[in-house]
C-alpha cells in the first residue's frame, strides 16, 4: 500500500529538499482534482502590489506579507524562482556569475518560506476543509504565481526574464501561461516533475531515493513517511514542527543523492524550509490534474536545462522541451539536480540565451 501511496504522489524534489506526499489530503477529504486550475489569475483583481517602504531588503507583495529578497549584478532584470517547493536560494549557483556584468538578477524567498512572511503559524479550529480551503487560498499555487506578476510591477518591467530551478522552473512555466505577454524569456532549470499527477512510472522519486538507500536506512526512510503521510493529525501542528519535518525528508533525499545533511535546529531555530507552504502546494495540484495543455500558450524563447547526473530522469525535463513551441533542450554531463558547479559551458549558453535581451522589453511608468 505505501508503495502505491509513493507511486500516485511521486513528484520531484527542487533544490534536493521536499519531495511530493499530497495524496493524504486528498485520502483524508476525498478531493480528486486540483484546486488550481491555469488560466485563472489573469483577469483576476487585487495583482497590483500596495506602495513599496524603504526597506531594501523586502517586496511587499500584499498588505501584511513581505518577500525577502537581494539581488546580484546590474542590468536588465532577471528573477530566479526558487525550488522545493520552500528552499530558498542564500548562494546562488556559481555560474550565474557570467550574467551578472549585464544583467541584475533577483533572488526571492517565495511566500511562506524563509525571511518572507509565513501568514500562518498554526489552525485553531479543527474542521479539515475549511482549513485546506484557507491553506490553498493563503499559500498555494495561484498566490505563488501571482507574486512573480506583483514582482514583475514592483519592478516596473513590461515583461521579466525568468530563471527557474527544480519546483521553481514549474512555477515559472505556470506564470508564463497565465502571463504570457509578460514574459520575454524563460530558462528552466530541472523543472519538477508535475506537470501530470499521477507521476509517471519512472520518474517517481520517492523509490528512487529509497532504491539508494542502505537496507538499514530503508527501513527508518519507510516509518517517518508512515509518520509525515499521518493527514489525520495535521491541523494539530505548526510551521515550526512541519518545517522540520520537511527539512528531515530532505535530508533523505540529499543522502540518497550523495549529499550532506542539512542541521536540523532542536528548539526553535530559524527555519529557512517552508512548512504550510509545502502542503498548500500539493493541495492545488490535488491527486489528479494535467497542466500539460497550459503549456501550449508559452511562445517566448526557453531554454530547458537538464543535468545527466541528477536523480530525476530526463523525460520529465523533455517533456517541457516538447509541449512549449520556442524550446530548446540542453543536457549537460557533470551536472546534477542543484548545477552547484562552475559549468562553463552552461554559463556560456545560458548568457548567450539571454543576451541581447529582446526589443521592446523596457520600463513601464506603471508596470502593469
Known sequence: MLRRILLWAAAVLGVGLIGLVALGWWAYVQLTGPMYEPGSLATSAGLQPPPQDDDTRAWTVRRHVDLHHFSRGSGRPVLFIHGGPGVPVRTPMPWLDALYPSFEVHFYDQRGCGASTRPIDRFESPKPWPNMQTLEA?????????????????????????????????????????????????????????????????????????????????????????????????????????????????????EAMGRSPLAIPDHGGPLETGGW????????????????????????????????????????????????????????????????????????????????????????????
Open 138 to 254: 493563503t499559500l498555494g499555487l495561484g498566490v505563488q504565481v501571482s507574486d512573480i506578476e506583483r514582482i514583475r510591477r514592483i519592478l516596473g518591467e513590461d515583461r521579466l526574464t525568468l530563471i527557474g530551478h527544480s519546483f521553481g522552473g514549474f512555477l515559472a512555466a505556470l506564470y508564463a501561461a497565465e502571463f504570457p505577454q509578460r514574459v520575454e524569456k524563460l530558462v528552466l532549470l530541472a523543472p519538477a516533475s508535475v506537470l501530470t499527477l499521477p507521476a509517471e512510472d519512472d520518474e517517481d522519486l520517492f523509490a528512487l531515493v529509497r532504491s539508494r538507500l542502505s537496507l538499514e536506512r530503508r527501513a527508518e526512510y519507510d516509518a517517518f513517511l508512515d509518520q509525515y503521510m499521518d493527514f489525520r493529525s495535521l491541523f494539530r501542528h505548526d510551521e515550526q514542527l512541519l518545517a522540520k519535518r520537511n527539512l528531515r525528508l530532505g535530508n533523505y533525499i540529499l
Open 277 to 368: 507552504m509545502v502542503q498548500a502546494m500539493y493541495l492545488s495540484m490535488g491527486r489528479h490534474h494535467d497542466y500539460c495543455g497550459a503549456l501550449e500558450a508559452i511562445s517566448v524563447p526557453t531554454l530547458v536545462v537538464h543535468g545527466d547526473k541528477d536523480l530525476q530522469p530526463v523525460s520529465a525535463s523533455a517533456r517541457y522541451a516538447e509541449l512549449i513551441a520556442d524550446a530548446e533542450l540542453v543536457r549537460v554531463p557533470d551536472a546534477d539536480h542543484f548545477f552547484s558547479g562552475a559549468h562553463p559551458d552552461l554559463r556560456g549558453r545560458v548568457g548567450t540565451f539571454l543576451a541581447p535581451p529582446t526589443a521592446g522589453g523596457g520600463k513601464t511608468a506603471g508596470g502593469g
